[in-house]
């Protein structure tokens, strides 16, 4: 059974507090189906607001972009799975063996405990990077360039899947073109939107279309007046979406039957 279209949207908690986060958490986890803690949040609350937020019934991101020797980001992966986060990132740049010692590691913890082991992504390129960004520490090669490389060697390394800008969802589709293989898109944005400092962005609909499994929100929720609302006209955008790529997909399917 295909789960809930809010199941796909990831609400990035990017406040300054515990109890701001959790009021957050209360108003809206019956609307989106997961929340973001990142390096503002996790610096300013610590591993227990995680905790509470997996016993309040929140599934959660850890967005903490691991970047070490290896063996620090593999303890580091073993404890996110302890504190019950449903995936976590890790820098694909942090090379081969970070990410499939990390990836392993916490599969055999998981296991061992008794856990269900979180889904470990590995961040290609950050939304803010553009081809200036990249020449900037040498990079000639273009973003979509890079992302595609770093999509391939995370799957080859056991990863579930990247982070990526939406614009290169269907480059990363082409690389790896497993249909498990996660693609979780930030930088989004209602249609009504601006794009503040994302320079790679994407509306929900736009996304989904392309082919991401998750999307991550956060201004355009958190400044609104009614925060249940605007989430709430996010989801109906990504169902609006999903009902005309569904409609569209079968239309060609019975095309394609026909000849």
Not at 71 to 87: C, H, K, P, S
Not at 191 to 217: F, H, K, L, P, W
Request: proline share 3%; charged share 20%.
């Amino acid at each position: 059974m295909r789960e809930p279209v809010r199941n796909r949207l990831i609400v990035a908690l990017d406040v300054e507090t515990a109890d701001g986060a959790l009021d957050l958490v209360d108003a809206l986890r019956d609307s989106v189906g997961m929340f973001k803690v990142g390096m503002q949040l996790f610096t300013a609350a610590g591993p227990d607001l995680v905790r509470q937020i997996v016993a309040r019934g929140g599934r959660v991101f850890l967005d903490l972009k691991y970047h070490d020797i290896p063996n620090t980001v593999a303890m580091a992966g073993i404890e996110a799975a302890r504190l019950g986060v449903f995936m976590f990132n890790i820098h694909v740049a942090g090379g081969r063996e970070m990410m499939t010692r990390t990836a392993e590691a916490v599969a055999n913890t998981a296991a061992r405990e008794n856990l269900t082991a979180p889904k470990v992504l590995g961040v290609t390129l950050l939304t803010s990077v553009d081809q200036e960004t990249l020449g900037q520490i040498r990079i000639s090669d273009s973003p979509t360039a890079v992302v595609s490389r770093f999509a391939r060697l995370a799957k080859t390394c056991g990863l579930d899947g990247v982070v990526a800008s939406a614009q290169e969802i269907k480059v990363i589709r082409g690389a790896v073109p497993q249909e498990d293989f996660l693609i979780v898109t930030p930088g989004i944005r209602s249609s009504s939107d601006a794009a503040d400092d994302q320079r790679r962005m994407m509306t929900a609909a736009e996304a989904v279309c392309n082919g991401a499994n998750y999307i991550v929100v956060g201004r355009p929720i958190l400044r609104a007046s009614n925060r249940a609302q605007a989430a709430g006209q996010i989801v109906a955008e990504i169902e609006a979406a999903v009902a005309t790529h569904s409609s569209g997909h079968s239309v060609g399917t019975n095309r394609a039957a026909q000849r």
